[in-house]
């Protein structure tokens, strides 16, 4: 009789781990929150990639004594997560926001030369412009910590005390 009990007791919690796991979407919301943080941070004060290592350093920041990737502050405020029921997505629809996290090389659409402003106040005219990889989407050691806080708090809630 005592086994069934305890083996009643087991099934009833796994039963609310099971419900629990049915729809993640307010854990997917917690990990969304969390990442979306962690990304504006890097973005803002750390000006460094998930993996910790520090970006190379803008010209306009070097020029200013600015924070790479931080000038006006789009990038970093254009942040945003979307959590379903398995998957939560962090990201930016800003239009520059993929050459600054992968790199790459940008060239002319037409004519044979970019023409822009340089943040020193001269006027530059070039072939093609190289920037380097500034990963700023990502997980982090510190990130993942706290989703696997995030999920063990989830899943302890499941369970009716």
């Avoid at 306009?60 to 997505?89: C, F, M, W």
């Avoid at 239009?95 to 060239?107: E, K, L, R």
């Avoid at 970019?114 to 510190?142: C, H, K, M, Q, W």
Wanted: one cysteine or more.
């Amino acid at each position: 009789m005592t086994m069934s009990l305890e083996l009643a007791g087991v099934k009833s919690v796994l039963s609310f781990y099971r419900q629990a796991g049915e729809d993640l979407t307010p854990l997917m919301e917690m990990c969304g929150a969390l990442l979306e943080t962690s990304t504006k941070d890097r973005l803002r004060e750390t000006n460094t990639a998930p993996d910790g290592a520090a970006w190379p350093k803008s010209f306009r920041a070097e020029l200013d004594g600015g924070k790479t990737l931080h000038d006006s502050g789009r990038l970093a405020n254009s942040i945003q997560y979307l959590a379903g029921p398995a998957q939560v997505e962090v990201g930016t629809n800003v239009i520059y926001a993929g050459i600054h996290q992968t790199g790459g090389t940008i060239v002319p659409k037409a004519g044979g030369a970019l023409a822009f402003g340089l943040p020193n106040g001269e006027f530059a005219v070039v072939g093609s412009v190289t920037l380097p990889a500034r990963p700023y989407l990502g997980i982090s050691d510190l990130d993942r910590d706290d989703i696997e806080a995030a999920a063990v708090q989830y899943l302890d809630a499941a369970v009716p005390r």
